[in-house]
């Protein structure tokens, strides 16, 4: 028989030690569920792929949190833009109201609900989300249009044309005036783009309107800064007719693209909405191979458990008996 040499049990302490490490593994998969707490626990191959479906699903993420905060953003551009849409309509409403004959009652009625919508409509287009003015393009920190009182100020400012002297210089002191940004807004020259928002790899959304939108609000501004500045006095009805057929070929024109750009909006909301579904998808994907490549099987965890545990029992009752061998007892 060969006596036990110092080499020989190095060796029995090394796989001892190994054991007790696999042991050591095995205890921590069963009270964790997982396979490792690091990459270099597992496999080459798999290591990689775990690493890349974790990237790939940090990525989708980041894009979840984008569509999150952009839809606030264009739901709120949403709402915004169809209150001014309904403010025009009621305001078309109120110029099919004016009826010859009628003028006495009609356009006071029409010159107080002009006075109230500017205020809104400059509210409105004054919105924000998350901190961050929504009718200004890119310059998301300036507030797009300078507050309602200042501007209808500066209006009445200048020299106020009178009805009797014809519709068209009423026409001319509103269209100069609005035409002017500095009268109204604070949008940059020239203005600033369209917000963007990245939703996925190469795909990026366009969205926001500018408050000093001259075929639009601009139009709008014209007819009711018009309207809520001009007193109608008897014998003026030629005069104020002309004015009404003006208000309602610009409110008619500029209703019909306030709509346009809601309907653009929604587009843009959709298209966030159809590729927020397909990361639900995608991430429900990756987070199962995940879960495949990290879930160790319960049972087969304790069964290695058990296993690696007899065979460290065994290994210590080697071990005593060989280190109880000597030559003497040999003899």
Do not use: C
């Amino acid at each position: 028989m060969r006596i036990s040499t110092v080499t020989q049990n190095l060796r029995i302490d090394n796989a001892i030690t190994t054991i007790q490490d696999r042991i050591a593994d095995a205890q921590l998969q069963i009270s964790t569920g997982k396979r490792s707490q690091v990459y270099s626990g597992f496999d080459g191959q798999d290591s990689r792929l775990l690493i890349t479906l974790k990237e790939q699903h940090t990525t989708i993420d980041s894009y979840f949190t984008t569509i999150k905060n952009t839809a606030v953003k264009t739901s709120t551009i949403d709402i915004a833009l169809r209150q001014v849409g309904d403010l025009t309509s009621d305001l078309r409403t109120k110029l099919y109201e004016q009826v010859e004959g009628l003028y006495d009652d009609s356009s006071l009625a029409l010159r107080t609900f002009a006075n109230a919508a500017i205020d809104q409509i400059t509210s409105l287009l004054n919105q924000t989300a998350d901190g961050k003015y929504l009718f200004n393009g890119t310059d998301t920190n300036v507030q797009p249009l300078i507050d309602a009182a200042t501007t209808k100020a500066a209006y009445l400012a200048l020299p106020p044309p009178a009805l009797n002297a014809g519709a068209a210089g009423v026409i001319a002191a509103a269209q100069g005036f609005f035409n002017t940004d500095a009268n109204w807004t604070n949008v940059t020259t020239p203005a600033p783009g369209s917000l963007t928002a990245r939703i996925d790899d190469g795909v990026d959304v366009t969205y926001g309107e500018l408050g000093n939108d001259s075929t639009t609000f601009e139009e709008v501004f014209d007819v009711l800064y018009a309207f809520a500045n001009i007193n109608f006095t008897a014998g003026d009805d030629a005069e104020y007719q002309t004015l009404v057929n003006w208000g309602i070929g610009k409110v008619e024109a500029a209703f019909d693209l306030i709509n346009d750009m809601v309907g653009q909006n929604g587009v843009v909301s959709r298209q966030m909405d159809d590729r927020g579904q397909q990361h639900r998808e995608t991430v429900t994907l990756v987070e199962t191979q995940i879960l495949d490549l990290e879930d160790v099987d319960p049972y087969e965890a304790v069964s290695e458990f058990q296993t690696l545990q007899a065979q460290l029992e065994a290994s210590f009752q080697v071990t005593a008996v060989l280190r109880n061998l000597t030559l003497t007892r040999f003899l």
